[in-house]
């Protein structure tokens, strides 16, 4: 059976949601972009890990969990070499993972101060509140 062209985006966001959960991202935001013209991609999603080890570990446990669940690879990844930021491309979701004071000084979510932010704990692996 031949592959979509074009995998619906709530798949891929969940694969991603389900890597970061693995290894307890911490603070994950689903960003919507989807209603804000000419957006890059329809979702960025924004994680931390408190280590070097940690950061690569997420990087990893997304990539993994996407290809072994839907069959995806990322476009390219970006930023792994000291364990501070990476960056998952997956053309319709942006999957950023740094580490906890870089995540801070870049303060992506206030960037997209239109877009719908989600908030998801992967303690209670429910979506716990909406800002618009």
């Known amino acids: 059976m031949k592959k979509p062209a074009v995998l619906p985006s ?4 969940d694969a991603v949601i389900k890597g970061l959960d693995d290894v307890k991202g911490h603070d994950i935001k689903i960003i919507d972009l989807s209603t804000i013209e000419n957006a890059m991609s329809a979702f960025f999603v924004i994680a ?3 280590s070097q080890t940690q950061v690569s570990a997420l990087a990893s446990s997304v990539e993994k969990v996407v290809n072994e669940s839907i069959d995806e690879k990322p476009m390219s990844v970006q930023g792994l070499r000291n364990g501070e930021w990476a960056i998952l ?5 942006v ?12 303060a992506l979510e206030e960037l997209w101060g239109d877009a719908e932010i989600r908030s998801y704990d992967f303690e209670t692996s429910v979506k716990l509140e909406e800002q618009a």
Request: charged share 25%; glycine share 4%; hydrophobic share 40%.
């Open 10 to 13: 709530n798949i891929l966001l």
């Open 48 to 50: 931390h890990g408190n």
């Open 89 to 93: 491309d997956y053309f319709d979701v």
């Open 95 to 106: 999957v950023h993972v740094f580490h906890k004071d870089v995540r801070n000084r870049y």
